[in-house]
C-alpha cells in the first residue's frame, strides 16, 4: 500500500529530475528538485507547512485560528490550503502587481484576499507591514485568536526547508552533490537547502541566483544593498536580508537578467514537458553557468519552484513579452 494523507500527507518528497539539455550542454548532471509537483503548486507548500507546524507546536496558533500573511502568492496558496485541511482561516495580504492566477486561486480556495498596492518595504503601506497590523488586529478580536506568519524573519521556515528539502536533495543524489544554486524570496528555501547540504558536507558550494531589480547580488559581492533594472519573475527578488537569510552559508551569488532565464522556461516547456514559472528560469540559468564554472563531471542542483500555469497571463502572454521586448516563445 503506498497511501498519503489528505493534502498534508501529499507535500514534499519531490522528483529530483535531471535537466537533459542543461546536462548535455555542460557536461554536468543538472538536477532540478520539482517542487511545482508539490499539491498547491510550489515550494511554497513546505514553508507553510512548517510555519503552521511551528506555531501549533509553541502554542500560538489555537485550533479555529487565524493565519495572517503578506505574499507574492505562492505562500498564500500554501498557508490557505493547510488552513483548510486543518481547520484554520487564513487571511491573505498580497501586493496587486502578481499574476491574476494567484489572486484566482487563493479565492476560488477561500483565502481572504487583500490586495495592497506595491509599494517598498521602507513605506508602512507595503504588504508585509499590512499584514502584520491585520494579525495584531485580528489577535486582539479573533475568538481563536490569529497569528503572523511572517515567513521573511520567521526561521522555522528555513527550518522546514532544513529537515526536508535538504535532506531529499541529499539522500536523493545519494550525496553527490558538487553545487546547489537557487533565488530569494525569503531566503527560505536556499537557507534552509545550504544548512543540510553543508551539515553532511562542508564543501558543496551554494550559490545564490539572483534576478534584477533585487539588492542580494550586491549584497553579497560587496556587502553594499544595491539595485539596477527589473524582472518579471514573481516570488522572488528582495530589498533587504530577511532573517531566514542574513547568516546562511552561502559561498558565492550570480546574477541572471530575464533574457537569459526566459529562453530556459521556453525550452524546458517545449523540449522537455516542463511548465514552470520565472524564478525557475533564474534558478536553471544559474544552475547552467556554475556547472561552466565547475567543468563537466559535476553534479549541480537546482528548484523548479512553481508551476507555469500561474503565470499564463505573463510569462506566457507574447503581447506581454513584447511590450518589454523580453523573448518570446516561438509557437505563441
Ligand atoms: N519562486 C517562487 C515562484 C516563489 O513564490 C518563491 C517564494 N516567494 C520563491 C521562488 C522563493 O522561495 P523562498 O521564499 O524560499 O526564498
Given at each position: 500500500m503506498d497511501i498519503r494523507d489528505g493534502f498534508i500527507g501529499t507535500?514534499?518528497?519531490t522528483p529530483l529530475v535531471r535537466l537533459e539539455a542543461a546536462s548535455k550542454a555542460t557536461?554536468?548532471?543538472?538536477?532540478?528538485?520539482?517542487?511545482?509537483?508539490n499539491p498547491g503548486g510550489s515550494v511554497k507548500d513546505r514553508a507553510a507547512l512548517a510555519i503552521i507546524q511551528d506555531a501549533i507546536k509553541r502554542g500560538t496558533l489555537k485550533p479555529g485560528g487565524t493565519i495572517v500573511e503578506g505574499t507574492a502568492g505562492n505562500t498564500g496558496i500554501g498557508l490557505a490550503l493547510v488552513g483548510n485541511a486543518w481547520g484554520f482561516k487564513t487571511v491573505i495580504v498580497m501586493p496587486e502587481t502578481q499574476s491574476q492566477e494567484k489572486k484566482d486561486m487563493l479565492r476560488l480556495i477561500g483565502a481572504d484576499l487583500r490586495l495592497v498596492p506595491a509599494?517598498?518595504?521602507?513605506?508602512?503601506?507595503n504588504y508585509v507591514h499590512v499584514s502584520r497590523r491585520i494579525a495584531e488586529e485580528l489577535a486582539a478580536t479573533e475568538p481563536n485568536g490569529a497569528i503572523w506568519a511572517n515567513q521573511f524573519d520567521n526561521l522555522a521556515n528555513r527550518e522546514g526547508h532544513r529537515a526536508t528539502t535538504g535532506v531529499e536533495i541529499w539522500e536523493q543524489t545519494g550525496g553527490k552533490v558538487d553545487a546547489f544554486t537557487c533565488a530569494v524570496g525569503t531566503g527560505g528555501t536556499l537557507a534552509g537547502v545550504a544548512l543540510a547540504l553543508k551539515d553532511r558536507n562542508p564543501n558543496v558550494r551554494i550559490v545564490m541566483a539572483d534576478p534584477l531589480g533585487s539588492v542580494l547580488y550586491s549584497w553579497k559581492k560587496t556587502g553594499e544593498l544595491a539595485s539596477s533594472g527589473t524582472s518579471i519573475t514573481e516570488g522572488i527578488g528582495q530589498g533587504r536580508v530577511t532573517a531566514n537569510l542574513?547568516?546562511?552559508?552561502?559561498d558565492d551569488a550570480v546574477q541572471i537578467p530575464d533574457e537569459e532565464a526566459l529562453p530556459i522556461i521556453f525550452d524546458l516547456v517545449k523540449t522537455q514537458g516542463l511548465v514552470v514559472g520565472g524564478s525557475s528560469g533564474i534558478n536553471v540559468a544559474a544552475a547552467i553557468r556554475v556547472a561552466r564554472d565547475l567543468g563537466p563531471g559535476h553534479t549541480v542542483v537546482t528548484v523548479l519552484c512553481d508551476f507555469g500555469t500561474r503565470y499564463q497571463s505573463k510569462l506566457f502572454n507574447p503581447e506581454f513579452l513584447r511590450e518589454r521586448n523580453l523573448p518570446v516563445p516561438g509557437w505563441l
Open positions: 507535500i514534499g518528497h557536461g554536468c548532471d543538472i538536477l532540478a528538485k520539482a517542487e511545482f509537483l509599494v517598498p518595504y521602507k513605506d508602512p503601506g542574513l547568516d546562511a552559508p552561502i
